[in-house]
């Protein structure tokens, strides 16, 4: 289907602006696009400057009158989508002493039901999301947690999209707040041992969270106690409790370094104890074996690149008195870890492939839960008990719909508690999924999950939507997609490039693709997209490549990179002006970004290394593919304005014809549409737009 824009497109005025560092000088002509008061804006979106609102919605305009023509597609792909979704589904419940938690959706309804219940007693709705939304652009809840004593439950809500979350407590007897509200948190809390009050982050003014504070339930927030601020702005804190219950962990971190402070829950009013004192480089985090009155601790101390596990007495937790239990095994990432009474479980991930491994306390005993397709998912829940030998965990490929089943650590036996429900229908051997590696420049081998249909010809003429994100060591999954689905039934080769900068193949394949080594992350990308081809999957032209947030960053530098190879790039939330950005110390996330991507206002080398790959200061006279780039007004992550002035200078200066559209979401942040069907009505335009440009041999 061939798109044709409604006349002209618009023009960004070009109002310069310039900048120096290390001797060297950039202009800017759409630093305008930035409103001064932007913070005002992500608390009040109608405050957005005049101009600025004006070219937003011309660009939004122009996009859905592009876009018109695939109205019908969309509202076909959307119903598909909808169609795979059990619209009045159910968590599985998770006991909690006399009670069973779950989460559920209503026919129709976009926001979670949380729900509880004793046994077979009758249902209590804890928190009613729909309720909470009526009338809200935007709405979605952070988190809802329940006191240990079962009467209060602690939750949080956003409504701009901006990630400001207000807390409010609700009594369970009686279902309604308390006048207690906390505002400008993040999400999380966690409770005292009594019910008495709960501990929370409260987000500074550059939207960092850096002050943990105690509120007593039924005092006002001018009472709230400081408990701990962390001084480095470089760093963020969190609060949450060990498996046990017994410690409220007031964690600080960056993307590299962490420092965790202990409190017992049991006293609330005592002085945080700190744990080991921050090294720079050192990760870690705390678990509570409290049968045996020490902490196990996963860390990469002592050079355990890909992890380690060591043990410390409760009363002498400092670094010195670290003991290794589970010993630094290369190549073997340890991911996380879970203490109960008896048992210790942790997750690992060995050739891009996750496990449970057990052990049981008493013996040292191990056992491995493992599966044998070749590209899955396995995630493992922790739920709310400490005294109990059951553990949940969750299995996905990308042929099979999510299951969910409870094991028994001593009997080994697997129950099968949920199957994914498929309402319209799927039949997991009408898909093939496989791995396969392609070998970049310097020897390494980059894996990649596809998902195709069995009937699929592979001759090379079909079309590929190709998913990267490549930082932060974040792995992105080989799970179950409704929407791939809609793609590969169409044809689609539906593949996920498993770049350096993730940690699919342990922590060196994160340092591999971060700092100055971050081109890894984009030519790993390009190799991923080129094998594909040689190995006859797609062909020259018949790529479509999608990423968000660091991911879209990734999609504008292969963009300016190897335009060639693909048909068209679509990059939703992308982080386009990566030395602008790094340059602007007060931007919410940047001092903690700079371990990330290096410090450009320090270093000269950083400077010149980020300014060779930045996506917008690497836009060049040349012909790209077609770019379709999505935003949020109110996004304190990746700012509106990153994806509006890269999509304003690769209109002015590309020489080719090939379409160059913004949506900003005018309601919404980072996440995008809030409600369940609304997301999947942005991931039907966005795949509608990925078919529309097809280019089916």
Known sequence: MKLTPPGKAPLADKRPVSDTYHGITRVDPYAWLRDAKWREVMRDPSVLDADIRDYLEAENSYTEETLKPLTELRETLFAEMKGRIKEDDSSVPLRDGPYHYYTRYAVGSQHPIFCR??????????????????????????????????????????????????????????????????????????????AESFFYTEVDQEHRPLRVLRHVIGTARSEDRLVYEEADEGFFVSVSKTQSGRFIIILSHDHETSEIRLLPADKPDATPILMAARVNGVEYDVEDDAANQRFLILTNADGAEDFKVVETPHDKPGRENWRDMIPHRPGTLVLSQVALARHYIRSERRDGLNRIIIRRLADGAEHEIGFDEEAYELHMGSGYEYDTQELR??????????????????????????????PSGHNPADYVTRRIFARADDGALVPISLLYRKDLPLDGKAPCLLYGYGSYGITIPSNFSIGALSLVDRGFIYAIAHIRGGMEKGYGWYVQGKRNHKKNTFTDFITAGEHL????????????????????????????????????????????????????????LTPPEWNEWGNPIESEDAYRYMASYSPYDNVKPQAYPHLFALGGLTDPRVTYWEPAKWIAKLRATRTDDHLTLLKINMDAGHGGASGRFERLKETALVFSFALAIADKV
């Not at 928190?127 to 009338?135: F, S, Y």
């Not at 099979?400 to 949920?418: F, G, H, N, Q, S």
């Not at 062909?539 to 999609?555: D, F, N, P, R």
């Open 117 to 194: 219940r004793q046994g077979d007693g009758v249902e209590e709705v804890t928190i009613d999301g729909n309720v909470e939304a009526a009338d809200e652009a935007y709405f979605k809840i952070g988190d809802v947690d329940h006191s240990p004593d079962h009467r209060y439950a602690a939750w949080s809500a956003d409504r701009k999209g901006s990630e400001f979350f207000t807390i409010r407590i609700r009594d369970l007897t009686t279902g309604q707040d308390l006048e207690d509200e906390v505002a400008e948190t993040s999400p999380g809390t966690a409770w005292d041992a009594r």
């Open 393 to 422: 965990f969750s299995y996905s490929s990308m042929t099979t719909p999510a299951e969910v089943y409870d094991y028994d650590l001593e009997t080994r036996e697997r129950t099968l508690r949920k199957r994914q429900e498929i």
């Open 533 to 588: 081809i040689a190995e006859g999957f797609t062909h020259k032209g018949g790529i479509i490549a999608q990423g968000g947030s660091a991911g879209g960053m990734l999609m504008g530098a292969v963009a300016n990179m190897a335009p060639e190879l693909f048909n068209g790039i679509i990059a939703e939330v992308p982080f386009v002006d990566v030395l602008t950005t790094m340059l602007d110390a007060t931007l919410p």
